[in-house]
C-alpha cells in the first residue's frame, strides 16, 4: 500500500449505509407523517422487513450496536409484547398485504428469543405479510448462544441465511474484546445449521482490535477459511468512546493506529481475495453465491445490514433505533428502549427523527452507491436518469484531484473508476459527492 494513500484512509467519513447518513436526521420527520409514507406505498412492488432484538447475554467491550444486557428472560418477554404490538400496528396502516422480498433479525443477539418467542414473531409477520417465493429470511447469531433446538426452530421457520459473529479468533484478542469464543465454539454452530439445512453463512471478522498483529489476523482469515462460509465482511474497529463509554476498557491497551489498522486491512483482504470474489469495501463472498452474482451484474445494492442483493425500495424496521426506507425518506425509531416501550405501549407510533429526500439526495445517492457497490460510475449516465446535466458534478470532479494524483481514482468523461486495488478507500471516494457532509459536526471513524 502506498504511503501517500494514509492520509485518504484516516479520512473521517460515513459509512455510506444511507443518504443522506443518520447524522443528519432531525425530529421535523414525526410518526404521522412516516405513517402517511407507508399509507401511500405501491401494494405492487415488495418490501423488505427487518426485526431489531436489543439484547445481548454479555457486553463485549468494542461492540457499537443498540443493545443492552440481561441476566433473565423477562426483559425479553416484555419487549415481544411490545414488538408484536409496532408490527400489527404498522401492518395495519399498510395499502394491502405487502409481499415481502427480504428479512432480517438483527441486534443485540436475536436468539436471545426464546423458542417460543421466535414463533410468535414469524407467526406474526407470516399473519401480515406474504412472502415471494424466493424471499430471503436471514438471521444474524451469536454462536455462544445457539443450541441445537434454536436451529431446528430457525430451519423451520424458513431461515435460509445466518450470519455469525466470529471478530477475531486469538485467545488474547479475545480476552480484551471481552468476547471469549473459541473456534470450536463457532465450528459446532456451523455445523448444526448446515446438518439442518441452512447452508448459507456469513461471518463478520474485525480489525483495529487491541494485541491484533499482522500474523494473529492471517491466522484468524486461516482458521475461518476451513469452515467455508459463503461471506465474509471484514470491518474496521470503529473507537467511537463519546458515543460507547464501556469502549474506554479498550484504552487500557494500544490500539493500533493508522498506519497498523492498514496493515491488518490489507493482511487480512490479500489472504481473503486468494479465496473468494471482494464485494465493494469490506465483504468477501463465493463465486458461486447470489452477492458475488450480484456484484457481477451490477445489481448489488447498499441499506442499512450492509451489502444486500435485495433489490425492494422499502425497508421497514421493528423495534428501537431501528431505520426505515421508503420511497418519500428515512426514518428511525426511538433509540431508548424504555423511551420506546412507552410510546409503543401507548399505541403511537414510535418514530424518533428522519429525513425527507430530495431529489438533489436521490441524486447524490445513486452516485454513492454505485461508487460504494461497483467501484465505478457514469456520471452522465445518472444525470440523464434524473433529468438533469453532469455538470452539477464539477465540484465533486474537483475534490477528487487528491485521488487522481495518488492512483486511487481513474476519471475519463463523465466516468470515475476506482482500480481494485485502492477499494479500500471507497468511502472517501464516495464522499466527494456528500453535499451534507461539510455541515456534518458527527465524529466519524476513520475510513480504514
Not at 116 to 126: L, P, Q, S
Not at 356 to 363: H, K, Q, S
Given at each position: 500500500?502506498?504511503?501517500?494513500?494514509?492520509?485518504?484512509?484516516?479520512?473521517?467519513?460515513?459509512?455510506?449505509?444511507?443518504?443522506?447518513?443518520?447524522?443528519?436526521?432531525?425530529?421535523?420527520?414525526?410518526?404521522a407523517?412516516?405513517?402517511?409514507?407507508?399509507?401511500?406505498?405501491?401494494p405492487?412492488?415488495?418490501?423488505?422487513?427487518?426485526v431489531?432484538?436489543?439484547?445481548?447475554?454479555?457486553?463485549?467491550w468494542?461492540?457499537g450496536?443498540?443493545?443492552?444486557i440481561?441476566?433473565?428472560?423477562?426483559?425479553?418477554?416484555?419487549?415481544?409484547?411490545?414488538?408484536?404490538?409496532?408490527?400489527?400496528?404498522?401492518a395495519?396502516?399498510?395499502?394491502?398485504?405487502?409481499?415481502?422480498?427480504?428479512?432480517?433479525?438483527?441486534?443485540?443477539?436475536?436468539n436471545?428469543?426464546?423458542l417460543?418467542?421466535?414463533?410468535?414473531?414469524?407467526?406474526?409477520?407470516?399473519a401480515?405479510f406474504?412472502f415471494?417465493?424466493?424471499?430471503?429470511?436471514?438471521?444474524?447469531?451469536?454462536?455462544?448462544?445457539?443450541?441445537?433446538?434454536?436451529?431446528?426452530?430457525?430451519?423451520?421457520?424458513?431461515?435460509?441465511?445466518?450470519?455469525?459473529?466470529?471478530?477475531?479468533?486469538?485467545?488474547?484478542?479475545q480476552?480484551?474484546?471481552?468476547?471469549?469464543?473459541?473456534?470450536?465454539?463457532v465450528?459446532?454452530?456451523?455445523d448444526?445449521?448446515?446438518?439442518?439445512?441452512i447452508?448459507?453463512?456469513?461471518?463478520?471478522?474485525?480489525?483495529?482490535?487491541?494485541?491484533?498483529?499482522?500474523?494473529?489476523?492471517?491466522?484468524?482469515?486461516?482458521?475461518?477459511?476451513?469452515?467455508?462460509?459463503?461471506?465474509?465482511?471484514?470491518?474496521?474497529?470503529?473507537?467511537?468512546?463519546?458515543?460507547?463509554?464501556?469502549?474506554?476498557?479498550?484504552?487500557?491497551?494500544?490500539?493500533?493506529?493508522?498506519?497498523?489498522r492498514?496493515?491488518?486491512?490489507?493482511?487480512?483482504?490479500?489472504?481473503?481475495?486468494?479465496?473468494?470474489?471482494?464485494?465493494?469495501?469490506?465483504?468477501?463472498?463465493?463465486?458461486?453465491?447470489?452477492?458475488?452474482?450480484?456484484?457481477?451484474?451490477?445489481?448489488?445494492?447498499?441499506?442499512?445490514?450492509?451489502?444486500?442483493?435485495?433489490?425492494?425500495?422499502?425497508?421497514?424496521?421493528?423495534?428501537?433505533?431501528?431505520?426505515?426506507?421508503t420511497?418519500?425518506?428515512?426514518?428511525?425509531n426511538?433509540?431508548?428502549?424504555?423511551?420506546?416501550?412507552?410510546?409503543?405501549?401507548?399505541g403511537?407510533?414510535?418514530?424518533?427523527?428522519?429525513i425527507?429526500?430530495?431529489?438533489?439526495?436521490?441524486?447524490r445517492?445513486?452516485?454513492?452507491?454505485?461508487?460504494?457497490?461497483?467501484?465505478?460510475?457514469?456520471?452522465?449516465?445518472?444525470?440523464?436518469?434524473?433529468?438533469?446535466?453532469?455538470?452539477?458534478?464539477?465540484?465533486?470532479?474537483?475534490?477528487?484531484?487528491?485521488f487522481v494524483?495518488?492512483?486511487?481514482?481513474?476519471?475519463d468523461?463523465?466516468?470515475?473508476?476506482?482500480?481494485?486495488?485502492?477499494?479500500?478507500?471507497?468511502?472517501?471516494?464516495?464522499?466527494?459527492?456528500?453535499?451534507?457532509?461539510?455541515?456534518?459536526?458527527?465524529?466519524?471513524?476513520?475510513?480504514?
Open positions: 500500500m502506498k504511503t501517500s494513500w494514509l492520509t485518504h484512509l484516516d479520512a473521517r467519513v460515513p459509512r455510506y449505509t444511507s443518504y443522506p447518513t443518520a447524522p443528519h436526521f432531525h425530529a421535523g420527520v414525526n410518526g407523517m412516516v405513517d402517511g409514507w407507508l399509507q401511500t406505498l405501491d405492487s412492488k415488495p418490501v423488505s422487513l427487518y431489531h432484538v436489543p439484547f445481548c447475554a454479555k457486553l463485549c468494542y461492540c450496536c443498540n443493545a443492552e440481561v441476566k433473565s428472560d423477562a426483559p425479553v418477554a416484555d419487549y415481544l409484547d411490545l414488538l408484536l404490538s409496532e408490527m400489527t400496528r404498522i395495519a396502516l399498510l395499502p394491502h398485504r405487502m409481499k415481502v422480498s427480504h428479512l432480517h433479525f438483527g441486534g443485540g443477539s436475536p436471545m428469543l426464546s417460543a418467542a421466535f414463533h410468535r414473531v414469524m407467526d406474526t409477520i407470516e401480515k406474504d415471494l417465493p424466493d424471499a430471503e429470511r436471514a438471521i444474524e447469531l451469536d454462536p455462544r448462544g445457539l443450541d441445537l433446538d434454536r436451529v431446528k426452530a430457525y430451519a423451520a421457520r424458513g431461515i435460509d441465511r445466518a450470519s455469525i459473529g466470529v471478530q477475531d479468533l486469538d485467545p488474547e484478542v480476552k480484551a474484546i471481552h468476547r471469549i469464543q473459541p473456534l470450536a465454539t465450528k459446532q454452530a456451523v448444526r445449521l448446515r446438518a439442518n439445512g447452508h448459507s453463512i456469513n461471518f463478520d471478522l474485525l480489525y483495529g482490535l487491541p494485541l491484533q498483529t499482522v500474523s494473529t489476523i492471517e491466522r484468524t482469515v486461516e482458521e475461518v477459511l476451513a469452515l467455508e462460509p459463503a461471506r465474509i465482511a471484514l470491518f474496521g474497529y470503529a473507537h467511537v468512546p463519546w458515543m460507547k463509554k464501556y469502549q474506554k476498557a479498550l484504552e487500557r491497551y494500544t490500539l493500533p493506529g493508522q498506519t497498523e492498514a496493515a491488518l486491512a490489507q493482511a487480512a483482504r490479500v489472504a481473503l481475495e486468494a479465496h473468494y470474489t471482494p464485494i465493494g469495501i469490506d465483504h468477501f463472498a463465493r463465486a458461486d453465491d447470489s452477492m458475488a452474482l450480484a456484484a457481477q451484474n451490477g445489481t448489488l445494492r447498499r441499506n442499512f445490514q450492509g451489502y444486500t442483493t435485495d433489490q425492494a425500495e422499502t425497508l421497514i424496521a421493528f423495534g428501537p433505533s431501528a431505520i426505515s426506507e420511497p418519500l425518506g428515512y426514518a428511525q426511538e433509540p431508548d428502549l424504555a423511551t420506546w416501550s412507552k410510546q409503543v405501549a401507548a403511537l407510533s414510535s418514530v424518533h427523527r428522519g425527507v429526500l430530495t431529489d438533489e439526495d436521490r441524486l445517492r445513486a452516485v454513492i452507491e454505485r461508487l460504494m457497490c461497483d467501484l465505478f460510475v457514469d456520471l452522465e449516465a445518472v444525470a440523464n436518469r434524473f433529468n438533469v446535466h453532469p455538470v452539477v458534478f464539477l465540484l465533486a470532479l474537483d475534490r477528487l484531484e487528491d494524483d495518488d492512483g486511487m481514482v481513474e476519471i468523461g463523465w466516468q470515475i473508476k476506482v482500480p481494485d486495488e485502492a477499494r479500500i478507500a471507497v468511502r472517501s471516494i464516495a464522499s466527494a459527492f456528500d453535499e451534507w457532509l461539510k455541515t456534518d459536526s458527527t465524529r466519524h471513524a476513520a475510513a480504514v
